[in-house]
C-alpha cells in the first residue's frame, strides 16, 4: 500500500507555534518511508523554499500550503484586535489568535497551483491587519480556480474550519449548509478528520465524515502535526502562552502531545478509531488523503530553479528589450566615457566578463541595475557599489560603481564566475536618510506589482526568549526585563551555561532555583522564528509574475515585503539588488550642509585630495572618535600603530581589523614588515606579485585567488572556488590534497609548496574582499577628513545621523575635546537638528551666548538628595583653576596643542528640539515654525507642545537664555524667576488650556491672560543646582550638555591620587595607578587565546581611558564593570605605540560606592575608608567558564565573545538600566556584554 | 447515550489492567474480572508539566470502556498514567 501522506503540517515558520524545522520534518517523514510531505505553515509560506529543498534533498515530492484564518464575507472589520504589539524590533505580529473560536483553513497548491497560491496568501495579508490575515470563502472561490475553471487549489475543512466548529456543536444543519456553500465556491474541497486524542476529537472527527459522506466530498485524514517529537508539545505549549500573551494555564493551551509527525502505523490507528473501526471506511479515507497528496505534487526545481544546475528558469525585470546587446552597448558606452577605448585589458576583460554573464543569462539584471543606480544619482543621493560588485568591470563601465577594478587590482571572480552557483548580488550604498526614498523610486519605476523588499525571521536569543517565558510563566513584568537584560546577546541554549561561566552572573540573584524552569524552558526556544521583520536592504526586482512567484505581506513601513529571506529569494531565481542606508553617508551629507549654511562654502566631497597630512596625523594620533570603521578602541589602537599615510594604508587598515587577521597574527608580522622591523618573507619570488602590497602577509581575498593560481595554474574561477572551500576544515583538507600535488606539477618544490599552503591555510578563511574595503576607505578618508577641517559640522552630523557605535554623550565629549563649543537647548535658537554656530571672533575663548558661563559658586544646601548621587556640596570645593564650566573648553583646558586638541574652535553645536525626550516630529515642526517666542505663554500657545515635553524643554534650559536663568548659585532667590517657577508655569497653562480658557485655533501672537490665570511668583521655587541640572540634561537629552559629570567628582579623585587620561603618556610602563571616568563602551571582541577579554573605555573629560579585563580578574570586576556607569579601576600602563596606551586592569569599582563611602561619617566613610577599600585585595574567585570554539587551524576563541552581529544598538534608544540611573543610552555594549544584574532583589 | 445510568459514581481505585494491542482489554476490580466488550471513548491529557519539577511529567491516558462480569454489563472510566505506569478506576456508572 502506498505511503501515508502528512496534508497538514507546521514548521517553526509558524510563528510562536510549531517547533520543528522543515528539513527535521522532512528527514523524519523520509524515515517513516513516507514520499511525500506537506508543509502548511500558518499565515504564510516563510518556510516553504527550505522545505522544497530539504524534499529535494531527501527524494520525496513536496506539497506546499498554507493554514489561514477564516472569517466571514461579510466581516471585514478587524475584531478582537490584539492589545499591544510586543517585541524589539517593532516588527512584530502574531497569529490574531481569538482563543479556541478561530476559525481555520488549510489551501494546497494543486501542482499547478504555486502562482495562485502565492497570490491567495497575499491577498490574506492585505485585507486583514499588519500580521494578521485572513481569507473569505469569496477569496478562496476567486484563487482557487484557474482561467478557464479548472481548480488550482484544494481548501481542506478540519474540526477548526466553519463546518468542523459546527459539526463540533452538533449543528448539524448548520454544517451540511456551510458544506453545500463551500462546494459551490471552490471546485476542490475536501473534508479534513484529525483526532488528537482529546476529549471527543474521535467523535467529531466521525461526525465530519458523515457529513463528507452525506455530501458526496472526499474526506483526508491528517494529524494536523506541530512537533517532531511528542516530547515538543512542552515547548508548544509556552508557545501558544507567549503568543497568546496569556500564562501557561490549561485553559489557554492547546492538546498538543499528540500532534507530531506520526508513523504510517501510527496513522493507521488514527484512521481507524476516526472510523470506528469500519475497515472499509478506513482504507477509502486513506486513499483519498492519498490521492489529494498525488495531485498537489510540485515540481521543486519549477519553484526553486537553483536546484539544477544550470538554474532552471530565473524571473528577471522587464527592461523593454533585448538585454544582450542593451548591456553590450552600454559597456562600450562605458569604454569611451571613461577613456579605456584602447585599452587591450579593458577590452579583453570586458568580452570574458560578458561572456560569463550572457553563458548565465544574467545581462538583464545588469541593465536593470545599472537604471536603478542612475535613478539614485538623478534623485541627488549619494550612491556608491559596494562589495564584490566592485570588482567587475561590467559594473564600472555600466556606470553602477565608479571603482575602476583594474587601477586596484579587483577581481570580478570574487563577484561573478563560471563555477559560482547561485546569482550575483549587486550592493549600493546609499545616504540612510534617503533610502526609504530610494525604495520608493523603484517602486514608482516597476510599479508596486513588480518589487517587493526582502524579509528576515528574527529568531529567539536569550534575552528574548527569557521574556517570553517569563512572561507565559506569570513572572512580574519589570523582574522579567531586568532578568534578560543581565544575559549578554547570547544563544537561548547558552543560558545555563552563561549562568555557571561568568562570574557576573554567577554571582547574581539569577542563580535561584526558581528560575530554573524558566531558564530551562527559555533554551528550548533557541532559534525558533519570533517574528518577521524588513531584511535591511534587499529588494527584488522582478517582471509581472513576480506574485506568482513570492506571496508577500505588508511590513511595518508599509512596503511590500517577501516571505522570503534572502537566501529563499535568491533560491527561487529572483533578483535581488540591496540598497543599503548607510548612515555615515547622511552624517556627511548633513555636515555638507552645514558647512554651506554657516561658512557660505560648498564642499565637493569626492573631490577632495585623498592626501591630506593633518588628516592623516589625526588619524595616526587615534583621534578617531565618529569616523567611519575607524573608531572603536580596538581601530583606535590598531591605527596609532599602523600609521596609516596613504587611502592603500587605510584599505590595508579595514581588511586587517577583522576577528580573523588579528586573531590569526596577522596583525603583527604586516606591521613589523611596515615598519621596517622584518624583512618581507615570501614562500616563492613568484608570489611577490600577488603580496608585495602587503609586505608578503595575505591581507586580501584577491591575494589568495592569485596565489593559488600562481602556485597551481588553475585560473581564477577554480581558485575562487578553493578560496570559499577553505572556510570549513574538511574544505581546507580537500584543498590540501589538490592543491599540494598540483603545484608540486607546476615544478615548486615541496619545502615552497609547504610553505605557500602554511599561508593559505592561516589566512586563506580570513582575508577581506579588497573591494570592500576598498569601497570602505573612501568614505573612511572623507569623515576623517570632515572632523579634522570642519570638526563642528561634521560631528553636527554624526550626532544627527549617529553612524556610529558610540551614544550622543561620547560624541559630545569628543567635541569638547576638540575644542567644539557645546550650547544648550534654546527654543529661540535650537533647529530641528544638531547646527552648527559660530562663536565670535576666532579665539579659543567660550562662545559669547554661553549658557553656564561662570564658574559656580560655593556649595551650599547640602542634604538634599539627588538621584544623580552628587550632592551640591561636590561643587564647593572644586579646583577653580580648570575651567569646566564652559560649555565650549572643558575637555581642553590645561594647554590645548593643535595636535591633540583644538582644531575645532570657533564653532559651537546647538542641541536639538529632536534630542529632547518624547518629542514628536509634529511637535519639532511647530516649535521651528514658531520662532521667535517671547515667552513661556508664547510657546505653549504656538509651538503647542506636549506637557511633559514642555517641562522638559524647560528642565534643561530651554528658556533659560529668554528669562536669563541659570541653574547653580543660590537656590532661594526670592523675586527672581527660576526654572522651577517655569516648569509650575507650564503646569499652570496646561491646567488653563484645559479648562477652555486658552483661545482655540487662533494662535495670534498675544500674551494670554491664561498665563495669569495662576499666576506664580518669581522665585517662589527654587532654583535647579547644577547637579541637579545635568541630571535632567542626561534624562531628557541622553547627554551631559552643561559640564560633563566626572566634574562632580574631582575632589575625591585628586583625593585619591587618580591619574587623568591626558596625563596617561607621561607614566611609565608597567606603572599601576588608578584612573577613573565614564563608561563609554565595553566589548568583549574574539581574541587568539580564547578567552573572554572584557574591554573597557572609560572618558574622565580629558580623553578616553582604554582597559583590558583579562579572565583571571573577571571573577571579582565583571559585575562592576556591566553594571555601574562611573568607575574608578587600578590597572597596569601597557604602551602599545608611540602614541597609544592602555591599562590592564586589575580592579574596579563604582564611582557611586566610593563616593558614598567617602561621604559616610567615620569610622565607616571618609577617605580612609575609601583608601583602605581600594587597597583591599580582591578575593579570587572562579574566572570564566565555557569551552572555547576552536577552529581548524588551532584559533580559538570564548563563547562569550562577540560573534554574532552586533545587537541593534540605536534600537535601544532607552535603556533602562538601574532604575537610579539615567534612562537614555549612554555607552556602547557590544553583543557579549552582559547587562547589569543587581536589580533582582530576590 | 446509549441507556447508559446518567448518575456516575467516583471511585480511584488502582487496579490492575491487561492490554491487547494497545487496548485495555480486562481489568480486576475489588476481586472480580471485568472482560471488556466495547471502548465507547479513549482520550489523552498531557500534565500540566510546568507545575512539576520533572522534565517531563508524561500524559493521563482515559479509556472509556463497556465492560461486565457474567451478565451484567456497565461503563466504566480507566486512566493510565504513562509516568508512574499505574491504572486506576476512576468511576463507574453501573
Not at chain 1, 597574527?665 to 621596517?676: F, I, K, Q, S
Not at chain 1, 518669581?1018 to 540634561?1033: C, K, R, Y
Request: net charge negative; proline share 6%.
Amino acid at each position: 500500500m502506498a505511503s501515508f501522506v502528512h496534508l497538514h503540517v507546521a514548521s517553526a515558520y509558524s510563528l510562536r507555534y510549531g517547533t520543528a524545522f522543515p528539513p527535521a520534518l522532512v528527514a523524519r517523514a523520509a524515515a517513516h518511508g513516507m514520499d511525500t510531505l506537506a508543509l502548511t505553515d500558518r499565515d504564510g509560506l516563510y518556510g516553504v523554499i527550505k522545505h522544497i529543498q530539504a524534499c529535494h534533498a531527501e527524494g520525496l515530492a513536496p506539497i506546499a500550503g498554507v493554514d489561514l484564518v477564516l472569517r466571514a464575507h461579510d466581516h471585514h472589520t478587524a475584531r478582537g484586535r490584539r492589545a499591544g504589539v510586543h517585541g524589539e524590533a517593532g516588527e512584530t505580529r502574531g497569529d490574531g489568535s481569538a482563543g479556541d473560536g478561530e476559525r481555520r483553513v488549510v489551501v494546497l497548491a494543486r501542482a499547478d497551483g504555486w502562482g495562485p497560491l502565492c497570490r491567495l496568501v497575499t491577498a490574506a495579508h492585505h485585507a486583514g491587519e499588519r500580521g494578521e490575515p485572513y481569507v473569505t470563502r469569496e477569496m478562496l472561490a476567486e484563487h482557487a480556480r484557474g482561467p478557464s475553471g479548472e481548480p488550482r487549489l484544494v481548501v481542506l475543512l478540519g474540526p477548526r474550519s466553519d463546518v468542523g466548529r459546527a459539526a463540533a456543536g452538533q449543528r448539524d444543519e448548520e454544517a451540511r449548509a456551510l458544506l453545500a456553500a463551500w462546494r459551490a465556491a471552490v471546485p476542490d474541497v475536501v473534508v479534513e478528520v484529525t483526532d488528537h486524542y482529546g476529549y471527543r476529537d474521535a467523535n467529531v472527527a466521525a461526525r465530519m465524515l458523515g457529513l463528507a459522506d452525506w455530501a458526496g466530498l472526499p474526506a483526508v485524514l491528517t494529524n494536523a502535526a506541530r512537533h517532531l517529537d511528542p516530547a515538543d508539545h512542552q515547548v508548544g505549549n509556552v508557545l501558544d502562552a507567549a503568543r497568546r500573551l496569556a500564562p501557561l494555564h490549561a485553559r489557554h493551551l492547546e492538546q498538543s502531545s499528540q500532534a507530531y509527525l506520526k508513523s504510517g502505523e501510527e496513522m493507521a490507528g488514527v484512521a481507524e478509531r476516526v472510523c470506528g473501526g469500519d475497515r472499509s471506511r478506513m482504507a477509502r479515507l486513506l486513499a483519498e488523503t492519498r490521492r489529494v497528496a498525488e495531485r498537489c505534487a510540485l515540481d521543486p526545481v519549477e519553484i526553486v530553479p537553483l536546484l539544477s544546475d544550470p538554474p532552471g528558469a530565473l524571473h528577471l525585470p522587464e527592461i523593454g528589450g533585448d538585454p544582450v546587446p542593451m548591456l553590450r552597448s552600454r559597456c562600450e558606452e562605458g569604454l569611451r566615457r571613461r577613456g579605456m577605448e584602447r585599452s587591450k585589458e579593458a577590452r579583453e576583460r570586458l568580452a570574458a566578463e560578458l561572456d560569463i554573464i550572457e553563458r548565465k543569462r544574467l545581462s538583464g539584471y545588469f541593465v536593470a541595475v545599472a537604471g536603478i543606480t542612475d535613478m539614485i544619482r538623478g534623485m541627488g543621493v549619494r550612491c556608491a557599489i559596494r562589495g564584490s560588485g566592485a570588482g567587475s568591470l561590467v559594473n564600472y563601465l555600466a556606470g553602477i560603481g565608479e571603482v575602476n577594478p583594474i587601477e586596484h587590482g579587483l577581481l570580478m571572480e570574487r563577484f561573478l564566475s563560471e563555477g559560482r552557483r547561485g546569482l550575483p548580488d549587486i550592493d549600493v550604498d546609499v545616504e540612510s536618510a534617503r533610502r526609504l526614498d530610494c525604495y520608493r523610486a523603484i517602486l514608482g519605476r516597476y510599479g508596486e506589482a513588480q518589487v517587493a523588499c526582502v524579509s528576515m525571521m528574527e529568531t529567539y536569543r536569550a534575552r528574548s526568549a527569557i521574556r517570553d517565558v517569563g512572561s507565559a510563566m506569570g513572572l512580574p513584568p519589570h523582574e522579567v526585563d531586568a532578568i534578560a537584560k543581565a544575559f549578554p546577546h547570547i544563544r537561548a541554549k547558552q543560558i545555563r551555561a552563561a549562568l555557571a561561566d561568568l562570574p557576573e552572573l554567577r554571582d547574581s540573584g539569577l542563580n535561584d532555583r526558581s528560575l530554573e524552569t524558566v531558564f530551562r524552558l527559555a533554551e528550548k526556544l533557541d532559534g525558533l522564528p519570533r517574528h518577521i521583520a524588513l531584511h535591511p536592504c534587499g529588494v527584488l526586482v522582478g517582471n509581472a509574475a513576480l506574485r506568482d512567484r513570492t506571496p508577500v505581506e505588508r511590513s511595518m513601513l508599509d512596503f511590500p515585503m517577501s516571505q522570503f529571506d534572502k537566501d529563499d529569494v535568491e533560491e527561487a531565481g529572483l533578483l535581488k539588488l540591496d540598497v543599503l542606508g548607510v548612515r555615515m553617508q547622511s552624517a556627511m551629507a548633513h555636515a555638507l550642509d552645514e558647512i554651506e549654511r554657516v561658512d557660505g562654502v560648498r564642499i565637493e566631497l569626492d573631490a577632495v585630495p585623498r592626501d591630506d597630512t593633518d588628516t592623516y596625523d589625526m588619524i595616526c594620533s587615534g583621534r578617531t572618535i565618529g569616523c567611519f570603521q575607524i573608531e572603536s578602541p580596538g581601530q583606535r589602537e590598531l591605527v596609532a600603530k599602523l600609521e596609516p599615510r596613504t587611502m592603500h594604508d587605510l584599505i590595508v587598515d579595514i581588511s586587517l581589523f577583522r576577528p580573523g587577521p588579528v586573531n590569526s597574527d596577522m596583525v603583527t608580522p604586516y606591521l613589523e614588515a611596515r615598519h621596517g622591523f622584518r624583512r618581507p618573507s615570501y614562500a616563492h619570488e613568484e608570489l611577490h606579485g600577488p603580496l608585495r602590497e602587503t609586505h608578503g602577509v595575505v591581507v586580501f581575498h584577491e591575494q589568495v585567488l592569485k596565489v593559488i593560481d600562481v602556485m597551481t595554474g588553475c585560473g581564477l574561477s577554480e581558485a575562487e572556488k578553493a578560496r570559499r572551500a577553505l572556510d570549513t576544515p574538511a574544505g581546507r583538507e580537500a584543498v590540501h590534497d589538490w592543491f599540494v600535488p598540483l603545484a608540486g606539477e607546476r615544478g615548486f618544490d615541496p619545502a615552497t609548496v609547504e610553505k605557500a599552503w602554511k599561508v593559505l591555510d592561516a589566512f586563506g578563511a580570513f582575508g577581506f574582499c579588497k573591494a570592500h574595503a576598498a569601497a570602505f576607505a573612501l568614505p573612511t578618508y572623507q569623515s576623517a577628513w570632515l572632523k579634522r577641517h570642519h570638526t563642528a559640522a561634521f560631528l553636527a552630523g554624526v550626532l544627527t545621523h549617529e553612524p556610529g557605535m558610540y551614544p550622543s554623550r561620547v560624541i559630545l565629549d569628543e567635541a569638547r575635546r576638540c575644542g567644539v563649543g557645546i550650547l544648550a537647548l534654546d527654543v529661540n535658537r535650537s533647529g530641528r537638528h544638531w547646527r552648527v554656530e559660530k562663536a565670535a571672533g576666532e579665539t579659543a575663548g567660550p562662545p559669547p551666548e554661553e549658557p553656564y558661563g561662570e564658574t559656580p559658586e560655593g556649595g551650599e544646601a547640602t542634604g538634599e538628595s539627588l538621584t544623580l548621587r552628587v550632592r551640591p556640596g561636590d561643587l564647593g570645593p572644586r579646583r577653580q583653576d580648570v575651567d569646566l564650566g564652559g560649555g565650549a573648553d572643558s575637555g581642553v583646558d590645561g594647554g590645548p596643542d593643535g595636535e591633540t586638541g583644538g582644531f575645532g574652535r570657533g564653532y559651537a553645536l546647538r542641541v536639538p528640539f529632536s534630542a529632547v525626550r518624547g518629542v514628536s516630529e509634529a511637535e519639532v515642526d511647530r516649535m521651528v515654525a514658531g520662532q521667535p517666542y517671547t515667552s513661556v505663554a508664547d510657546f505653549w500657545d504656538r509651538a503647542r507642545p506636549s506637557r511633559p515635553v514642555a517641562e522638559r524643554i524647560v528642565e534643561v534650559g530651554g528658556l533659560d537664555a529668554m528669562y536669563g536663568l541659570r541653574p547653580g548659585g543660590p537656590r532661594w532667590r526670592p523675586g527672581r524667576l527660576t526654572r522651577r517657577d517655569l516648569i509650575a508655569q507650564v503646569g499652570a497653562l496646561d491646567r488653563s488650556s484645559a479648562a477652555g480658557v486658552a483661545a482655540k485655533g487662533d494662535t495670534a501672537a498675544v500674551q494670554l491672560p491664561m498665563a495669569f490665570a495662576e499666576r506664580v511668583t518669581p522665585g517662589e521655587l527654587p532654583e535647579m543646582t547644577e547637579a541637579e541640572a545635568v541630571e535632567a540634561e542626561l534624562a531628557v537629552l541622553g547627554m551631559d550638555v552643561s559640564r560633563h559629570v566626572i566634574g562632580f567628582h574631582d575632589e575625591l579623585l585628586d583625593a585619591i591620587g587618580v591619574v587623568r587620561a591626558r596625563d596617561l603618556l607621561r607614566q611609565r610602563n608597567g606603572a599601576e595607578i588608578l584612573v577613573a571616568g565614564v563608561k563609554v563602551a565595553t566589548q568583549t571582541p574574539a581574541v587568539r587565546s580564547g578567552q573572554r577579554v572584557i574591554f573597557l573605555t572609560l572618558d574622565d573629560s580629558t580623553g578616553p581611558i582604554d582597559l583590558t579585563f583579562f579572565e583571571s580578574v573577571q571573577a571579582h570586576t565583571a559585575a562592576t564593570v556591566f553594571g555601574s556607569w562611573l568607575l574608578v579601576a587600578r590597572g597596569v600602563v601597557r604602551r602599545t605605540g608611540a602614541r597609544a596606551v592602555s591599562l590592564r586592569a586589575l580592579n574596579c569599582w563604582n564611582l557611586v560606592d566610593l563616593d558614598e563611602l567617602w561621604r559616610a561619617p567615620p569610622p565607616r566613610g571618609g577617605i580612609d575608608a575609601v583608601r583602605a577599600l581600594l587597597d583591599e585585595t580582591p578575593e579570587s574567585g572562579g574566572g570564566v567558564g565555557g569551552r572555547p570554539i576552536e577552529y581548524g587551524n588551532g584559533y580559538r576563541l570564548s563563547p562569550y565573545s562577540d560573534i554574532g552581529p552586533a545587537p541593534g544598538v540605536r534600537d535601544a534608544a532607552a535603556f533602562l538600566a538601574h532604575p537610579a540611573e539615567p534612562q537614555r543610552r549612554l555607552w556602547h555594549a557590544s553583543s557579549g556584554s552582559s547587562g547589569p544584574t543587581r536589580t533582582r532583589g530576590r | 447515550m446509549g441507556g447508559r445510568s446518567v448518575l456516575s459514581r467516583l471511585y480511584g481505585d488502582p487496579i490492575e489492567v491487561w492490554v491487547r494491542d494497545g487496548r485495555p482489554a480486562q481489568f480486576v476490580w475489588r476481586d472480580r474480572l471485568y472482560a471488556i466488550r466495547q471502548v465507547q471513548d479513549h482520550w489523552v491529557v498531557a500534565r500540566e508539566w510546568w507545575k512539576t519539577s520533572d522534565t517531563d511529567p508524561g500524559e493521563r491516558r482515559f479509556w472509556r470502556v463497556e465492560a461486565g462480569m457474567g451478565p451484567g454489563v456497565g461503563t466504566y472510566e480507566l486512566r493510565f498514567d504513562t509516568a508512574s505506569r499505574g491504572w486506576l478506576l476512576l468511576r463507574a456508572w453501573d
